[in-house]
C-alpha cells in the first residue's frame, strides 16, 4: 500500500521503522513516537524515494529520539503499591532523578504513620518493618500531584482573569491517562489531568494548564486557540517538545 502500511529503511546499520501518510500539506512532515515508528507525512507529489533521502538525512534525530523513548520507558512510569523497591533506586519526580533511601522505623505501628519525603537529591520513606515502599510511593506521589495542581489551577485561571479573559475556576479532576496530558469538558467547567505529569518538570503541567483553559476562550486547535497560549506562555512550545519524550 502506498499510505499507512509499515516500511523499514536500513540507515548506518540500524533498521528504521516508518509509516507514509499523504496529506495536503507543504513540507514533508516528520514525528517519532514512543511506539518506535517514524511517522511521515507527504503531498502525493513527492516521490518515495525524496522521502527515504530525507529520512537518511534525519537519522541521527531520529536515532536520538528513539534512544530516549527507550531510555527513559521505565523510569517514567508513576509508583504503584504492588511494586518492589530498594535503597539506591533512582525515580523521577518532577523531572529530576532521586535516589530512593528506605529507613525502617520500629516504632511505626501501622501505615498511617509511614511517610516520604525529599531531602535534597534523594526520596526518604519511611516504613515501619515489613511496610510496602510502593503503597508509599504511590500515596506520595498522589498527594504532592494534588497540592501543586491545585495550586496551577488557581494561579492558571489567575494568568486569564490578568489578560482579560473571563474564565471561571475549573473543577479539577486528576487521573492517570495515557493517550493525553489533559482535557477540557466545557460545558462543566471541568478540566482533567494526568497524574503521569508528576514525571516532568513542574512547567509542562503548568503548560498544559494553560492549553486546557485556552479551550474555555476557543474550543478547538485553530490558529486562533494557539494565539490564546501564546498570550498567555510565550515559551509554551519548550514544554510541547518535552511532553514529547
Given at each position: 500500500?502506498?499510505?499507512?502500511?509499515?516500511?523499514?529503511?536500513?540507515?548506518?546499520?540500524?533498521?528504521?521503522?516508518?509509516?507514509?501518510?499523504?496529506?495536503?500539506?507543504?513540507?514533508?512532515?516528520?514525528?517519532?513516537?514512543?511506539?518506535?515508528?517514524?511517522?511521515?507525512?507527504?503531498?502525493?507529489?513527492?516521490?518515495?524515494?525524496?522521502?527515504?533521502?530525507?529520512?537518511?538525512?534525519?537519522?541521527?534525530?531520529?536515532?536520538?529520539?528513539?534512544?530516549?523513548?527507550?531510555?527513559?520507558?521505565?523510569?517514567?512510569?508513576?509508583?504503584?503499591?504492588?511494586?518492589d523497591f530498594s535503597s539506591g533506586d533512582?525515580?523521577?519526580?518532577?523531572?529530576?532523578?532521586?535516589?530512593?533511601?528506605?529507613?525502617?522505623?520500629?516504632?511505626?505501628?501501622?501505615a498511617a504513620q509511614e511517610s516520604a519525603?525529599?531531602?535534597?537529591?534523594?526520596?526518604?520513606?519511611?516504613?515501619?518493618?515489613?511496610?510496602?515502599?510502593?503503597?508509599?510511593?504511590?500515596?506520595?506521589?498522589?498527594?504532592?500531584?494534588?497540592?501543586?495542581?491545585?495550586?496551577?489551577?488557581?494561579?492558571?485561571?489567575?494568568?486569564?482573569?490578568?489578560?482579560?479573559?473571563?474564565?471561571?475556576?475549573?473543577?479539577?479532576?486528576?487521573?492517570?491517562?495515557?493517550?493525553?496530558?489533559?482535557?477540557?469538558?466545557?460545558?462543566?467547567?471541568?478540566?482533567?489531568?494526568?497524574?503521569?505529569?508528576?514525571?516532568?518538570?513542574?512547567?509542562?503541567?503548568?503548560?498544559?494548564?494553560?492549553?486546557?483553559?485556552?479551550?474555555?476562550?476557543?474550543?478547538?486547535?485553530?490558529?486562533?486557540?494557539?494565539?490564546?497560549?501564546?498570550?498567555?506562555?510565550?515559551?509554551?512550545?519548550?514544554?510541547?517538545?518535552?511532553?514529547?519524550?
Amino acid at each position: 500500500m502506498e499510505s499507512n502500511s509499515i516500511r523499514t529503511l536500513l540507515c548506518g546499520g540500524r533498521e528504521i521503522r516508518w509509516v507514509l501518510t499523504r496529506k495536503k500539506v507543504k513540507n514533508v512532515n516528520l514525528r517519532v513516537k514512543p511506539d518506535g515508528i517514524v511517522y511521515i507525512s507527504a503531498n502525493t507529489r513527492v516521490s518515495v524515494k525524496f522521502i527515504e533521502d530525507f529520512i537518511r538525512e534525519k537519522s541521527e534525530f531520529i536515532f536520538s529520539a528513539l534512544n530516549g523513548f527507550s531510555g527513559r520507558e521505565n523510569a517514567l512510569v508513576l509508583p504503584k503499591a504492588s511494586e518492589d523497591f530498594s535503597s539506591g533506586d533512582t525515580i523521577c519526580y518532577f523531572g529530576k532523578d532521586y535516589t530512593l533511601r528506605i529507613e525502617i522505623d520500629e516504632g511505626i505501628s501501622y501505615a498511617a504513620q509511614e511517610s516520604a519525603a525529599v531531602e535534597k537529591d534523594e526520596i526518604v520513606v519511611t516504613v515501619r518493618y515489613g511496610g510496602r515502599v510502593g503503597r508509599v510511593l504511590e500515596k506520595f506521589y498522589a498527594e504532592e500531584t494534588r497540592k501543586l495542581f491545585e495550586t496551577l489551577n488557581r494561579r492558571t485561571q489567575l494568568m486569564f482573569l490578568a489578560k482579560g479573559y473571563d474564565v471561571g475556576l475549573a473543577d479539577l479532576q486528576i487521573r492517570e491517562m495515557r493517550s493525553q496530558w489533559g482535557s477540557c469538558h466545557i460545558s462543566d467547567g471541568k478540566i482533567v489531568m494526568n497524574s503521569r505529569l508528576a514525571l516532568y518538570p513542574e512547567i509542562c503541567a503548568a503548560y498544559v494548564f494553560v492549553h486546557e483553559y485556552a479551550h474555555f476562550i476557543v474550543p478547538n486547535h485553530s490558529a486562533a486557540f494557539y494565539a490564546v497560549v501564546s498570550d498567555i506562555m510565550p515559551d509554551y512550545k519548550i514544554c510541547v517538545e518535552m511532553l514529547k519524550r
